[in-house]
Nanobody, 122 residues
């Protein structure tokens, strides 16, 4: 079992930066694939970034967001730079034992955090 708790969301102006953190518990955390997803009001949940032995990003955040992990701290991060109003959403951390990247999405997530809200003002 893996428990995930996100933090770091907030209100920022366009062009600003935030770093989201996902603290994980579980004795096998280092073996899990990790990802970030987001859901804007009235829209479907979408893939943002993931990390296993490589990193993957949706096209809209490439060059602006960076996913990383610190296994010693059981934590995964999402560094978000050059934020835009369209980045406004609830951001969710996720974990899976056998995740799969298909070129536009990362599948196979089994555990999800409750989310942290990111609001970008214009």
């Amino acid at each position: 079992q893996v428990q995930l708790i996100e933090s770091g969301g907030g209100l920022v102006q366009a062009g600003g930066s935030l770093r989201l953190s996902c603290a994980a518990s579980g004795r096998t955390f280092s073996t899990y694939d990790m990802g970030w997803f987001r859901q804007a009001p009235g829209k479907e949940r979408e893939f943002v970034a993931a990390i296993d032995y490589s990193t993957y990003y949706t096209d809209s955040v490439k060059g602006r967001f960076t996913i990383s992990r610190d296994t010693a701290k059981n934590t995964v991060y999402l560094q978000m730079n050059s934020l835009k109003p369209e980045d406004t959403a609830v951001y969710y951390c996720a974990a899976g034992q056998r995740g799969y990247y298909t070129g536009s999405y990362y599948h196979g997530m089994d555990y999800w955090g409750k989310g942290t809200l990111v609001t970008v003002s214009s």
